[in-house]
T-cell receptor, first 119, second 114 residues
Framework: GAVVSQHPSRVICKSGTSVKIECRSL??????MFWYRQFPKQSLMLMATSNEGSKATYEQGVEKDKFLINHASLTLSTLTVTSAHPEDSSFYIC???????????????FGPGTRLTVL | GEDVEQSLFLSVREGDSSVINCTYTDSSSTYLYWYKQEPGAGLQLLTYIFSNMDMKQDQRLTVLLNKKDKHLSLRIADTQTGDSAIYFC??????????????FGKGTHLIIQP
Protein backbone atom coordinates (compact mmCIF):
# COMPACT_ATOMS: atom_id res chain seq x y z
CA GLY A 1 0.00 0.00 0.00
CA ALA A 2 0.94 3.65 -0.30
CA VAL A 3 3.25 4.97 2.39
CA VAL A 4 3.78 8.48 3.66
CA SER A 5 6.80 9.27 5.75
CA GLN A 6 7.65 12.24 7.91
CA HIS A 7 11.04 13.38 9.07
CA PRO A 8 12.00 13.92 11.77
CA SER A 9 9.65 11.92 13.96
CA ARG A 10 10.61 13.92 17.01
CA VAL A 11 12.46 17.22 17.35
CA ILE A 12 13.40 19.41 20.29
CA CYS A 13 14.59 22.94 19.61
CA LYS A 14 15.30 26.18 21.40
CA SER A 15 12.93 29.09 21.30
CA GLY A 16 13.62 31.39 18.36
CA THR A 17 15.01 28.77 16.02
CA SER A 18 13.36 27.39 12.89
CA VAL A 19 12.44 23.78 12.31
CA LYS A 20 11.72 22.04 9.01
CA ILE A 21 9.49 19.00 8.80
CA GLU A 22 9.41 16.87 5.66
CA CYS A 23 6.49 14.88 4.34
CA ARG A 24 7.17 12.36 1.60
CA SER A 25 4.97 10.03 -0.40
CA LEU A 26 7.26 7.07 -0.87
CA UNK A 27 5.66 5.09 -3.67
CA UNK A 28 3.13 7.38 -5.28
CA UNK A 29 2.82 10.92 -6.55
CA UNK A 30 0.67 13.24 -4.51
CA UNK A 31 -0.66 16.38 -6.13
CA UNK A 32 -2.21 17.45 -2.85
CA MET A 33 -0.85 17.24 0.66
CA PHE A 34 -2.43 18.46 3.86
CA TRP A 35 -0.74 19.66 7.01
CA TYR A 36 -2.46 19.21 10.36
CA ARG A 37 -1.63 20.11 13.90
CA GLN A 38 -2.77 18.27 16.96
CA PHE A 39 -2.95 20.10 20.25
CA PRO A 40 -2.46 18.02 23.38
CA LYS A 41 -5.60 16.10 24.30
CA GLN A 42 -7.48 17.65 21.40
CA SER A 43 -8.34 16.69 17.86
CA LEU A 44 -6.59 17.48 14.63
CA MET A 45 -6.65 20.96 13.16
CA LEU A 46 -6.14 21.53 9.46
CA MET A 47 -3.43 24.12 8.93
CA ALA A 48 -3.06 24.28 5.19
CA THR A 49 -3.58 22.53 1.89
CA SER A 50 -0.51 22.18 -0.26
CA ASN A 51 -0.73 21.69 -4.02
CA GLU A 52 2.36 20.85 -6.02
CA GLY A 53 3.73 23.82 -7.88
CA SER A 54 1.47 26.42 -6.32
CA LYS A 55 1.15 28.36 -3.08
CA ALA A 56 -0.39 26.64 -0.13
CA THR A 57 -3.88 27.55 1.01
CA TYR A 58 -3.91 28.34 4.70
CA GLU A 59 -6.85 27.94 7.05
CA GLN A 60 -8.16 30.94 8.89
CA GLY A 61 -6.07 31.79 11.91
CA VAL A 62 -2.92 30.07 10.67
CA GLU A 63 -0.02 32.47 10.18
CA LYS A 64 1.45 31.82 6.74
CA ASP A 65 4.66 33.70 7.55
CA LYS A 66 5.22 31.53 10.58
CA PHE A 67 4.33 28.19 9.04
CA LEU A 68 6.02 28.10 5.65
CA ILE A 69 4.89 25.33 3.32
CA ASN A 70 6.70 24.29 0.20
CA HIS A 71 5.40 21.57 -2.12
CA ALA A 72 8.27 21.52 -4.56
CA SER A 73 7.68 18.09 -6.06
CA LEU A 74 4.97 15.47 -6.36
CA THR A 75 6.53 13.47 -3.54
CA LEU A 76 7.70 16.09 -1.07
CA SER A 77 6.11 18.84 0.95
CA THR A 78 7.88 20.67 3.75
CA LEU A 79 6.57 22.63 6.69
CA THR A 80 8.95 25.11 8.31
CA VAL A 81 8.06 26.51 11.70
CA THR A 82 9.90 29.81 11.82
CA SER A 83 11.05 31.46 15.04
CA ALA A 84 9.50 28.68 17.07
CA HIS A 85 8.10 29.36 20.52
CA PRO A 86 6.93 27.00 23.25
CA GLU A 87 3.30 27.45 22.19
CA ASP A 88 4.23 25.92 18.83
CA SER A 89 4.98 22.65 20.59
CA SER A 90 2.61 20.15 19.09
CA PHE A 91 2.19 17.04 17.01
CA TYR A 92 2.27 17.83 13.28
CA ILE A 93 0.78 15.36 10.82
CA CYS A 94 0.78 15.45 7.04
CA UNK A 95 -1.35 13.51 4.62
CA UNK A 96 -0.93 12.88 0.93
CA UNK A 97 -3.75 12.28 -1.47
CA UNK A 98 -3.62 10.11 -4.55
CA UNK A 99 -4.66 11.78 -7.77
CA UNK A 100 -8.18 10.78 -8.82
CA UNK A 101 -8.31 7.65 -10.92
CA UNK A 102 -11.50 7.64 -12.88
CA UNK A 103 -14.13 7.93 -10.14
CA UNK A 104 -14.40 10.54 -7.43
CA UNK A 105 -12.78 8.53 -4.67
CA UNK A 106 -9.43 9.98 -3.62
CA UNK A 107 -7.46 7.80 -1.28
CA UNK A 108 -5.56 9.65 1.37
CA UNK A 109 -2.65 8.42 3.43
CA PHE A 110 -1.33 9.87 6.65
CA GLY A 111 2.20 10.26 7.83
CA PRO A 112 3.20 9.05 11.29
CA GLY A 113 3.50 12.58 12.63
CA THR A 114 6.29 14.75 14.01
CA ARG A 115 6.42 15.68 17.69
CA LEU A 116 7.84 19.20 18.06
CA THR A 117 8.94 20.42 21.46
CA VAL A 118 10.15 24.00 21.78
CA LEU A 119 12.08 24.78 24.94
CA GLY B 1 2.17 -0.64 16.00
CA GLU B 2 -1.29 0.84 16.15
CA ASP B 3 -3.68 -0.08 13.37
CA VAL B 4 -7.09 1.28 12.38
CA GLU B 5 -9.20 -0.55 9.81
CA GLN B 6 -12.22 0.60 7.82
CA SER B 7 -14.06 -0.60 4.75
CA LEU B 8 -13.21 1.50 1.72
CA PHE B 9 -16.73 1.94 0.37
CA LEU B 10 -20.31 2.07 1.63
CA SER B 11 -23.33 2.62 -0.60
CA VAL B 12 -26.74 3.60 0.85
CA ARG B 13 -30.01 4.93 -0.48
CA GLU B 14 -31.01 8.49 0.29
CA GLY B 15 -33.14 8.59 3.42
CA ASP B 16 -31.76 5.35 4.83
CA SER B 17 -29.32 5.13 7.74
CA SER B 18 -25.61 4.74 7.07
CA VAL B 19 -23.42 2.78 9.44
CA ILE B 20 -19.68 3.12 9.03
CA ASN B 21 -17.55 0.71 11.02
CA CYS B 22 -14.01 0.92 12.32
CA THR B 23 -11.76 -1.39 14.30
CA TYR B 24 -8.59 -0.47 16.14
CA THR B 25 -5.90 -2.39 17.94
CA ASP B 26 -4.42 -0.18 20.63
CA SER B 27 -5.86 -0.77 24.07
CA SER B 28 -4.39 2.48 25.40
CA SER B 29 -6.66 4.62 23.24
CA THR B 30 -8.02 7.70 24.94
CA TYR B 31 -10.23 9.39 22.37
CA LEU B 32 -11.76 8.11 19.15
CA TYR B 33 -12.73 10.48 16.37
CA TRP B 34 -14.79 10.59 13.23
CA TYR B 35 -13.73 13.02 10.54
CA LYS B 36 -15.44 13.90 7.27
CA GLN B 37 -13.66 14.90 4.12
CA GLU B 38 -15.60 16.39 1.23
CA PRO B 39 -14.09 16.43 -2.27
CA GLY B 40 -11.16 18.81 -2.50
CA ALA B 41 -11.23 19.71 1.19
CA GLY B 42 -9.32 18.75 4.31
CA LEU B 43 -10.62 16.83 7.28
CA GLN B 44 -13.53 18.19 9.27
CA LEU B 45 -14.09 16.90 12.76
CA LEU B 46 -17.59 15.41 13.04
CA THR B 47 -17.63 14.00 16.51
CA TYR B 48 -15.51 12.23 19.06
CA ILE B 49 -16.00 9.92 21.99
CA PHE B 50 -13.99 9.32 25.14
CA SER B 51 -12.79 5.78 25.49
CA ASN B 52 -14.76 5.30 28.72
CA MET B 53 -18.09 6.01 26.97
CA ASP B 54 -20.30 3.55 25.12
CA MET B 55 -22.41 5.89 23.07
CA LYS B 56 -22.65 9.49 22.01
CA GLN B 57 -25.46 11.08 20.03
CA ASP B 58 -25.33 14.39 18.23
CA GLN B 59 -28.35 15.21 16.05
CA ARG B 60 -28.26 12.73 13.14
CA LEU B 61 -24.99 11.19 14.27
CA THR B 62 -24.69 8.31 16.72
CA VAL B 63 -21.32 6.92 17.76
CA LEU B 64 -21.13 3.50 19.37
CA LEU B 65 -17.98 2.20 21.04
CA ASN B 66 -17.39 -1.41 22.03
CA LYS B 67 -14.13 -1.17 23.89
CA LYS B 68 -13.93 -4.90 24.54
CA ASP B 69 -14.02 -5.65 20.82
CA LYS B 70 -12.18 -2.42 19.90
CA HIS B 71 -14.98 -1.56 17.52
CA LEU B 72 -16.28 1.92 16.73
CA SER B 73 -19.21 2.81 14.51
CA LEU B 74 -20.77 5.97 13.15
CA ARG B 75 -24.45 5.94 12.29
CA ILE B 76 -25.88 8.72 10.14
CA ALA B 77 -29.65 8.82 10.26
CA ASP B 78 -31.72 9.94 7.24
CA THR B 79 -28.70 10.06 4.95
CA GLN B 80 -28.72 12.97 2.53
CA THR B 81 -26.78 13.71 -0.66
CA GLY B 82 -24.70 16.22 1.30
CA ASP B 83 -23.42 13.38 3.43
CA SER B 84 -21.53 12.00 0.46
CA ALA B 85 -17.88 12.17 1.52
CA ILE B 86 -15.01 10.13 2.88
CA TYR B 87 -15.25 9.35 6.59
CA PHE B 88 -12.11 8.73 8.61
CA CYS B 89 -11.93 6.97 11.91
CA UNK B 90 -9.01 8.02 14.12
CA UNK B 91 -7.66 6.76 17.39
CA UNK B 92 -5.71 8.84 19.85
CA UNK B 93 -3.37 6.73 21.94
CA UNK B 94 -1.14 7.36 24.87
CA UNK B 95 2.45 6.67 23.94
CA UNK B 96 3.64 7.37 27.46
CA UNK B 97 5.79 10.25 28.67
CA UNK B 98 2.99 12.73 28.06
CA UNK B 99 2.98 12.26 24.30
CA UNK B 100 -0.19 11.41 22.38
CA UNK B 101 -0.26 9.86 18.96
CA UNK B 102 -3.02 9.78 16.41
CA UNK B 103 -3.63 6.95 13.97
CA PHE B 104 -6.10 7.21 11.10
CA GLY B 105 -7.92 4.61 9.11
CA LYS B 106 -7.81 4.83 5.32
CA GLY B 107 -11.30 6.24 5.14
CA THR B 108 -14.71 4.97 4.01
CA HIS B 109 -16.20 6.52 0.91
CA LEU B 110 -19.94 6.97 1.51
CA ILE B 111 -21.89 6.85 -1.72
CA ILE B 112 -25.50 8.01 -1.73
CA GLN B 113 -27.93 6.48 -4.21
CA PRO B 114 -31.05 8.45 -5.13
Amino acid sequence: GAVVSQHPSRVICKSGTSVKIECRSLDFQATTMFWYRQFPKQSLMLMATSNEGSKATYEQGVEKDKFLINHASLTLSTLTVTSAHPEDSSFYICSARLPPRGGTYNEQFFGPGTRLTVL
Amino acid sequence: GEDVEQSLFLSVREGDSSVINCTYTDSSSTYLYWYKQEPGAGLQLLTYIFSNMDMKQDQRLTVLLNKKDKHLSLRIADTQTGDSAIYFCAEMWDSGGGADGLTFGKGTHLIIQP
